[in-house]
């Protein structure tokens, strides 16, 4: 029989989130989507794993309650349970994953572990019912930075990934810099709006490779441009003249180099479609420079920001797709801190 509809539930980090969806043949349909952010670790200026946890557990059943809700329906209408199993904080995972697993049980339900990272991969799906691979995929987050041909559904060639820092890391790290809060990606980018461009001057890592076509040409590296700020910041006479710039040229380095190399990669595989997400695909200015460099090359396909930053309802959709494909989680899945995507190809250079 057929698994219609689906609940997911999303615990990887700070936001306690639950969704309802249900296949309109094979396309995921939204029913109720509720997302709790965790205000706690604003003052901590970052995450802080034991909190994330506790704060989770206050609050999972009464997310559920509120998503079934929402979506006008009671337990017993729910066909199959998604839920991230990682990668992740994993005290916070578990709570959502013995949540998960206690309905399933308890419900008689199918059960799968969801890799949250799949999960960004299928967001915009709830909007876009007709996305079907191939594409290429830019998956910008605060945790991870990728760029992925996927040829079909659950089937990742890595093409490139960070070194070091992820973009939305960059983001973050920088605006705590320039004195704004955390997480700081979107007010970064809303200080660059008034920031005049070129006035610094800051590198655009690994840019030069796109060109020489090195086996490096899609690889990224942040840290050095968020040290190159570091240094811009310290030697900065006048910090409050100079912060909206230095905001500007920041996010325009960033901006450089993952539309050049996301073009390079649209080119060379000769895709059509090109698909970003994670967190970071929030930004304007960034979806803006795609939108005009893909012109003539590929679509640009960019979920609203409600569904790309962390949310349950694309764990939901790649749990619909997986349990389609009669895959299945046991009781005994576990948590997991980092891990490649399932069915990821990556080629020696990329070790
Ligand atoms: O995907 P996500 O919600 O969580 C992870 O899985 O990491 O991504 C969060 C990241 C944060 O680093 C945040 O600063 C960044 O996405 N972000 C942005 C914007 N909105 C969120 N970065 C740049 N510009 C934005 N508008
Ligand atoms: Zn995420």
Redesign the pocket.
């Known amino acids: 029989m057929p698994i219609d509809r689906i609940l997911g539930i999303e615990t990887s980090?700070d936001e306690t989130s639950a969704a309802v969806i249900h296949l309109d043949g094979r396309r995921p349909v939204l029913d109720s989507l509720i997302i709790l952010s965790q205000d706690v670790h604003r003052i901590f200026g970052g995450v802080v794993p034991e909190l994330a946890g506790r704060e989770h557990l206050r609050t999972i059943g009464p997310v559920v309650d509120r998503a079934l809700a929402e979506a006008q329906i009671g337990l017993g209408a729910i066909e199959g349970i998604a839920v991230t199993a990682g990668p992740g904080l994993v005290g916070a995972l578990l709570v959502g994953l013995m949540y998960g697993k206690t309905l399933a049980f308890q419900l008689g339900l199918p059960l799968i572990g969801v890799h949250?990272l799949e999960g960004?991969l299928f967001a915009p799906t709830l909007e876009l019912p007709d996305l079907e691979p191939p594409f290429v995929a830019l998956l910008v987050?605060?945790?991870h930075t990728l760029l992925l041909d996927v040829a079909a559904w659950g089937q990742y060639q890595l093409l490139g990934r960070t070194r070091d820092d992820a973009a939305?890391?960059a983001?973050?790290k920088v605006a705590s810099l320039l004195g704004l809060g955390y997480?700081?990606?979107?007010a970064?980018?809303r200080l660059a709006k008034t920031g005049r461009p070129g006035r610094f001057r800051l590198p655009r890592p690994m840019l030069r490779e796109v060109a020489t076509g090195g086996p490096d040409r899609f690889a990224f590296s942040f840290s050095g441009l968020k040290t190159a700020v570091l240094r811009a910041v310290q030697s900065s006479a006048d910090i409050e003249r100079d912060r909206a710039d230095l905001a500007r040229e920041f996010q325009d380095a960033v901006v450089d180099v993952l539309t050049e190399k996301t073009t390079a990669a649209a080119l060379e595989l000769d895709r059509r479609t090109v698909v970003v997400c994670?967190?970071?695909a929030?930004?304007q200015t960034l979806h803006d420079r795609l939108t005009e460099r893909l012109a003539g090359i590929a679509r640009l396909v960019v979920a609203s920001p409600r569904l790309?930053?962390?949310n349950a309802a694309m764990i939901a959709a790649a749990g619909a797709w997986h349990l389609g494909q009669g895959d299945r989680s046991g009781l005994d899945l576990e948590a997991f801190d980092s891990g490649p995507l399932p069915g990821m190809l990556v080629s020696e250079a990329q070790n």
């Open positions: 980090c949250h960004h987050s605060g945790g939305g890391e983001f973050d997480p700081g990606g979107a970064l980018e994670g967190g970071v929030c930004n790309n930053t962390d």
